[in-house]
C-alpha cells in the first residue's frame, strides 16, 4: 500500500513525468543503424568488385575452362582452379565429419553429464582453443603433428591396404611424409571444434529445463533426452553452428598451408599432398605478376562464390528446419 501510495505520488509530480520520445533521437538512431548495415554491404561489394576486376583477365583468357583445368604452369601460363577447388572441399568435408561429432559430444557433456566442479574449466579450455592463432597450429601441425601421423599411421596403413581396390586407392601414401589433404582436414577439425562445440553448448544451455525433466519424467534415458528432445530443440543452431565451422574449415589459410603439401595435382588418395585456393593465394601471391596475379584473383572470387553458396545451403537448411 505504501509503495503504491508512492508511485502514484510520483506520477502526479509533474516535474517527474515521463518525458515524450524526442524523434530527433530516434531518427539518429535509426539512420546510425541504417549506416552501420549499410557499411557491411558495401564493403563486401567492394571487396567481390574488386577480386572479380583482377581476375577477369584470367576469366576472358580461359573461359569456363579455367574451372575445370588442373594446369597449373607459371612457365607456359597456363593455370586451372580445379585442384585448389577439390582441395578446398575435400579438405573441409574432412574437417566436418572429424570436427562435428567431437564438438556435439563436448556440447552435450558439458551440458548434461559433466560434473558441476569441472564443467566452466572445461568449458574454458575448450574456448581458449578459439583463440590460438592460425599459424601456431600450422606449426604443430608441420613440426609435430606430421611426423607421428607419418610413423604411426600413414606407414601402417599404407603398408596394410597396397594393392586392395579402392581402400587401397583412398588410404595409400606414395610418400608417407606425414602432409596431406587428410592431415589439413584433422588440423581444420581441430580448429573449428571450439566454434561448434561453444555455438551447441550455449544452445542446449537454452532449451527450458521443463522439457528435460518431462523426458525423465516418463521414464526416458539420458540418450533419449539427448536424442528426442535437445538436439531436435537446438537442430536450427547446430546447423548454424556447422555452417560456421565450415566457414572457417573453407576460408583457413596459413594452418592449411603448412600442412597440405602445396602439390599441384589431383590424386584419389586423401593421404597425398594438395593445395587449397587459399593456400595457393598465399604461396604464390607475393611473387605474382600478370597473368598468373588475375589467376589468383579469379582463385580468390571462386572461393568467395564458394562461400556464398555455402551460406545460401545453410540458410535453406536452418528454414526447411524451422518448418519441420
Known sequence: ??????????????????????????????????????????????????????GWPAFQAFGPHFLVSSAWNVGREEYGALVAIIGTLVSALLALVIGVPISLGIAIYLTQLCPGWARRP????????AAVPSIIYGMWGLFIFAPLFARFVQIPVSNLVEGLPIVGT????????????????????????????SITRDML?????????????????TWEVVRHVLIPQASVSIIGAIMLGLGRALGETM???????????????????????ASRIA???????????NSLMA?????????????IIARLLVRRAKVA
Open 1 to 54: 500500500m505504501v509503495a503504491l501510495s508512492e508511485n502514484v505520488a510520483v506520477a502526479a509530480r509533474p516535474e517527474v513525468a515521463r518525458r515524450p520520445p524526442s524523434p530527433v533521437g530516434d531518427r539518429i538512431f535509426r539512420g546510425a543503424a541504417f549506416a552501420s548495415a549499410l557499411l557491411v554491404l558495401l564493403v563486401l561489394a567492394g571487396i567481390l568488385a574488386s577480386i572479380a576486376y583482377g
Open 122 to 129: 572445461v568449458a574454458m579450455t575448450i574456448e581458449l582453443l
Open 170 to 197: 583412398l588410404f595409400y601414401a606414395q610418400v608417407p611424409s606425414g602432409v596431406g589433404v587428410l592431415t589439413a582436414g584433422i588440423i581444420l577439425a581441430i580448429m573449428i571444434v571450439p566454434f561448434v562445440a
Open 205 to 221: 544451455d537454452q532449451i527450458p529445463t521443463v522439457l528435460r525433466e518431462s523426458a525423465y519424467g516418463i521414464g526416458c534415458t
Open 255 to 277: 594452418a592449411v598451408t603448412f600442412v597440405i603439401g602445396n602439390a599441384n595435382r589431383l590424386s584419389a588418395s586423401i593421404f597425398d599432398p594438395g593445395s587449397t585456393i
Open 283 to 293: 604461396n604464390e601471391f607475393n611473387e605474382a605478376d600478370g597473368l598468373q596475379l
Open 299 to 311: 582463385l580468390g572470387c571462386i572461393l568467395f562464390v564458394v562461400t556464398f553458396i555455402v551460406l
